[in-house]
């Protein structure tokens, strides 16, 4: 049923088939598409309005909450679930996808025109009556962005899944540098000990050139996590270094390592700077592993965020 209530205004109820059917042609030609919704389920066999986000070439952002039948999932199986749902949309789409679990409402906008309505973007939405307002105006449309997008993105409770795509990714390359660096300590280690009993060591030359290369890749990850602080998506490391500043030191390594190559070229190793340069090397593991449980505490905060957002 459609009832118009101007040249811009029409109210379609509907029953057997998508309230928003409308709309969705002009997601395709848009420059820009913002999308509301409690429940959007992602089915790229079935759901059209995933068809037509995935054949446009419109900067999308979607606001979505986590669908009911997740949430009332118990405790110990909720970060997983969630976790999951997540990962589905993640891995497939190249979108502004924010999780808020305040948000019931079903919006679309477009260029051109807009959808107001109680239907959700799921398959399931056809077997039920739904009504919805649609509007066709350019003028409308674009007031309902600048007004409505900024509102969730400002909003407290919208979680952006890019933070969490980066921040995981992130956590799993400091694990990895710090596995490698542990790796390249006990071997200096064993080294330290032939020179000291004075005896004979083979210690390939190339192994200071990958210390080298990683101690770059983890002053580049200090930088990264300095970003992240700043822009309050993870807490600083809140302890006593005793004065250790991990970009300058990294710095200072990376020069160590330098000066230590050379020397192995030479057969002949300093013990006091290759001393001074193990005790380093440790500084900073410890320093990656307290920022690398600092980002998995964030990282499983995202993934159960919407039973933090429920309790509130």
Known sequence: ?????????????????????????AIECSRRVFLATYNLAKNTQTSKII?????????????????????????KDKAEAYKRYYDSFIDDFELEHYINLRNHAKIIITDSCSYIGSANFSEGT??????????????????????VVPYYLEHENSIYLGDYKALKKFHKNINEYNVELS???????????????????????????????????????SWEDYYYILNGKVDSIDDDDDGYNHFYDSRCQAEKGNFLYNQAEEGEFDFKDLASFVRDLKRDSEYLHRMYLKIKNRVEKLEAIAERIVID
């Open 1 to 25: 049923m459609k009832i118009t209530l101007s040249p811009e205004m029409t109210i379609i109820i509907s029953e057997g088939e998508y309230n928003f059917e409308g709309i969705l042609e």
């Open 51 to 75: 068809k037509k986000i995935k054949n446009s070439s419109a900067k999308t952002i979607i606001i979505s909450s986590i669908p009911e039948d997740k949430q009332k999932i118990d405790d």
């Open 126 to 147: 056809k077997n039920s009556i739904e009504a919805g307002l649609i509007i066709n105006s350019e003028n409308l449309s674009r007031k309902l962005w600048e007004n």
């Open 183 to 221: 790796g390249y300590i006990y071997e200096l280690e064993v080294l330290m000990q032939c020179i000291d009993m004075e005896e004979e060591v083979e210690f390939p030359p190339n192994n200071f050139v990958e210390i080298y290369d990683l101690l770059y890749k983890i002053e580049r990850s």
